[in-house]
């Protein structure tokens, strides 16, 4: 009964496209750098005001998936060079996120004194967390080979909380009164590695890895 379900089958065009969207992403261009400053910069300000909107826009606007899910795919490929470069993305940003998000809090308190002393909390979930990295990570998979769900990948920010806990845990670290660092910094990396579980189950039942191959 086609009008309860139409079965799609995976063109070759589609993995085309998707390898090209993943090695296209995983260039640490000025964009990825302003993308990464700017999320850095909204998270910060969005945990300082309690501001869930504004964490919302660090979410959509941080490129954080991208690395992430080069990682996973350069796992399944057994591509060195990529997996090396993804990963050093994704220490830069870290590292940015770290150093902007802790002086920045810093430089809030310090001088503006506007913002009240409360932040959102941040207390990691172990099986939450992983469960719905792993199911965003295997959508956002999905959907580099799918347009059509390709258009989740917004959702997916959202849903993975990537750049917050982050940036958090920078603020944790520069400010040692509290566990911040710690809790905040096990949210990031559980998401991490769930995106990374889900997606590399995706792309090894697309087949990405063989057209990858080919193409090479």
């Excluded at 995976?10 to 750098?33: C, G, H, W």
């Excluded at 806990?165 to 566990?179: C, K, Q, R, W, Y």
């Amino acid at each position: 009964m086609s009008f309860l379900f139409q079965p799609h089958s995976y063109s070759k065009q589609n993995k085309q496209q998707a390898v090209s969207m993943l090695l296209e992403n995983t260039i640490p261009d000025r964009d990825f750098y302003l993308l990464i400053i700017g999320a850095i910069i909204l998270a910060a300000s969005g945990i300082l005001l309690d501001s869930i909107p504004v964490l919302i826009a660090s979410m959509i606007v941080a490129p954080l998936a991208w690395p992430i899910l080069s990682m996973s795919f350069a796992m399944v490929t057994y591509d060195r060079t990529l997996f090396l470069r993804a990963l050093c993305m994704l220490f830069i940003a870290v590292v940015f996120a770290i150093m902007i998000g802790g002086l920045f809090s810093i430089f809030v308190k310090s001088y503006i004194g506007a913002v009240e002393n409360t932040l959102i909390s941040f207390f990691p979930n172990t099986f939450f967390d992983i469960f719905i990295a792993v199911v965003s990570g295997a959508i956002a998979a999905y959907g580099l080979v799918r347009t059509k769900v390709g258009s989740a990948m917004t959702g997916i920010g959202i849903a993975v909380s990537l750049m917050p806990p982050l940036v958090a845990t920078g603020m944790g670290l520069f400010d040692l009164s509290n566990d911040l660092a710690v809790r905040a910094g096990t949210i990031f990396l559980l998401n991490v590695l769930g995106i990374f579980l889900g997606s590399t189950c995706s792309f090894l039942a697309l087949g990405l890895h063989k057209e990858y191959q080919n193409t090479k």
